[in-house]
């Protein structure tokens, strides 16, 4: 489990980037963050870590999703039908106080080789983002990542979507609660001016 401290530093950068781009998504009403906290498979934004568990293993009794590679912190749902090829799609979130805060997605098809170009994430990305169209609107807007590349993202109430190529294998989609993101940011703030601050 990721400590929030881990996570703020690239966090933050995102944010700011973003942020550029549409100055209200950290001055949001109190309404519009609680709106829109689904995600998939019947999990959610703020969804308390026990819940998270006892859902799994719902799923799993229902052989719709198995323990992906890496133990107990990687879940694989293997999506056949919507794609032109399967596709493997792996999750786990990041909890912040037993609460999902945040829930990285990644997608590649498992016929994926370097020599399988057709199977590259390049390809794969277009017909992901089709997909969380379908799934969560189609007002998705782009901006270019100095790192990450072209992000598409998108913003619903307190709920951030982010989608982008990860490398030549998985396309990447993170999911992450931005009334949470707000305190962590005020909290990040809050430590950084009293280590800055002149000591006697």
């Not at 709106?35 to 799993?60: I, P, V, W, Y």
């Amino acid at each position: 489990m990721r400590s929030s401290k881990t996570i703020l530093f690239p966090l933050f950068i995102l944010i700011f980037i973003i942020q550029s781009c549409d100055s209200s998504i950290l001055s949001s009403s109190k309404d519009d963050l609680s709106k829109s906290d689904s995600l998939f498979l019947g999990f959610h934004l703020g969804m308390a870590q026990k819940d998270f568990f006892d859902r799994c293993t719902e799923l799993n009794k229902q052989q719709k999703i198995t323990q992906g590679p890496g133990g107990s912190t990687n879940v694989e749902y293997r999506i056949v039908d919507e794609y032109d090829s399967e596709i493997s799609m792996r999750f786990f979130p990041t909890f912040i106080e037993e609460k999902i805060f945040e829930m990285p997605v990644t997608y590649s098809y498992i016929a994926w080789a370097p020599w399988n170009r057709q199977y590259w994430a390049e390809n794969l990305l277009p017909k992901v983002l089709e997909k969380y169209k379908e799934t969560y609107g189609d007002d998705f807007k782009l901006i270019n990542h100095p790192t990450q590349g072209k992000v598409y993202y998108k913003i619903d109430g307190k709920r951030r979507i982010n989608i982008f190529i990860k490398d030549e294998q998985h396309v990447q989609a993170v999911f992450s609660d931005l009334k949470v993101e707000k305190r962590l940011k005020e909290e990040f703030e809050k430590s950084q001016s009293q280590e800055q601050a002149p000591t006697n």
